[in-house]
């Protein structure tokens, strides 16, 4: 992306809401124009609900709250995992006006939506996962997600005795269409192989849990029946994964995750998931709302970091939570009390400490 047009974009919207505060000033009449409306709107569109349920539960709140409370609205729309849909609901939050865009993208869609966006001067976000037209990205560090992701394998191989050289471990990635999928393989990779292990299996790529479940279980029958760890890239797949090891009663199994959501979370506390990636989606989000509002009133975000095409990267850190580390999650509010202790896992919780607020 040419960031000299996005900046000389953003001079030009400043000194646009300057001279129409002026305006209505004179007037005395305070009537909003197009344009002022426009700049004051941030247009959103999240992925789907099926990946996660971090976009529905947790990014459009915090998004909502962040930049109502800055003064701007926000046009949050979900594209229910529906590329149409997605370009669709673009080109209405583009009729109506935005001034900025914080796209998630999904399967590609947000490419196209940013060459739209860039051609009408408006600055585009790629919020939590990286595409080609981004002017910024805001997201975790996502390799470091994928390291915790390696170590956390390593973890469970070590408390059930195994040796990684001589494990038999299953790589489960995400949907490689999501330019994340990559960077947490990357890490997890690095430090597993950096620790002997060598892939078994490596179905595909996939963020559904569901297909996981089936892509796994094909796996394991071509293993024979023995694993002793998966590297699951997020606790929706890692659900899936885990359905199979139950059903085959295959206790002790090092298995990895990704979101801290409640099925993950109780995965953790019974023993069935080592631990998760936990990626406080309140930090990413706000991380996300001061870069949109800094865009909105025209001056420049800074960034801590660039991808690879040289995009400005904004970095949140994640945190690993294993069974110790459930109750910070719940004690966040991140995850509800009564949805993680349920009667079967209430003595796991009482156990790690987990109590309601
Ligand atoms: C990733 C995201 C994760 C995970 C996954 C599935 O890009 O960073 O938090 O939820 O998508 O939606």
């Not at 971090?54 to 594209?79: C, P, S, T, V």
């Not at 947000?110 to 080609?132: E, H, L, M, N, S």
């Not at 490689?176 to 620790?195: C, S």
């Not at 029958?221 to 295959?250: F, H």
């Amino acid at each position: 992306m040419k960031k000299s047009s996005l900046f000389a974009v953003v001079a030009l919207s400043g000194a646009a809401a300057v001279m129409l505060a002026g305006c209505s000033g004179s007037s005395g009449g305070g009537t909003t124009t197009a344009a002022a409306a426009d700049a004051g709107r941030a247009c959103v569109i999240l992925p789907d609900a099926a990946s996660s349920p971090r976009w529905e539960n947790f990014d459009r709140k915090y998004l909502q709250e962040g930049l109502q409370a800055a003064g701007f609205e926000a046009d949050i729309q979900n594209a229910q995992g529906d590329v149409n849909k997605y370009s669709t609901i673009a080109d209405q939050q583009l009729t109506k006006g935005c001034g900025v865009m914080l796209l998630v993208d999904y399967q590609g869609a947000a490419v196209a939506v940013a060459k739209k966006a860039t051609a009408q001067g408006i600055p585009v976000i790629a919020y939590d996962r990286p595409f080609t037209g981004a002017d910024y990205y805001v997201s975790f560090d996502n390799v470091k997600v994928g390291e915790l992701q390696g170590q956390t394998v390593l973890d469970g191989l070590k408390a059930a005795g195994k040796d990684p050289k001589t494990a038999t471990v299953v790589y489960m990635g995400g949907d490689p269409t999501d330019g994340n999928a990559k960077m947490f393989h990357d890490g997890a990779v690095k430090v597993m192989e950096a620790a002997g292990i060598k892939a078994a299996a490596e179905p595909p790529g996939v963020w559904d849990q569901a297909k996981s479940q089936t892509n796994f279980e094909q796996a394991l029958t071509s293993l024979g029946g023995k694993v002793d760890g998966v590297w699951v890239a997020n606790d929706t797949n890692a659900a899936g994964v885990i359905k199979v090891l139950q059903d085959n009663n295959l206790k002790g199994v090092a298995v990895s995750g990704q979101d801290a959501n409640v099925a993950g979370l109780q995965n953790i506390l019974l023993g069935w998931q080592t631990a998760t990636v936990y990626k406080p989606v309140k930090d990413e989000a706000t991380a996300a709302v001061d870069t949109a509002v800094a865009l909105l009133k025209g001056s420049t975000p800074s960034a801590s970091a660039k991808l690879d095409d040289g995009t400005p990267y904004i970095q949140v850190t994640p945190i690993l939570v294993d069974q110790t580390k459930v109750k910070d999650v719940v004690a966040a509010g991140d995850a509800a009390y009564d949805d993680v202790c349920t009667p079967d896992v209430a003595a796991a919780c009482a156990q790690f400490g987990v109590v309601a607020p």
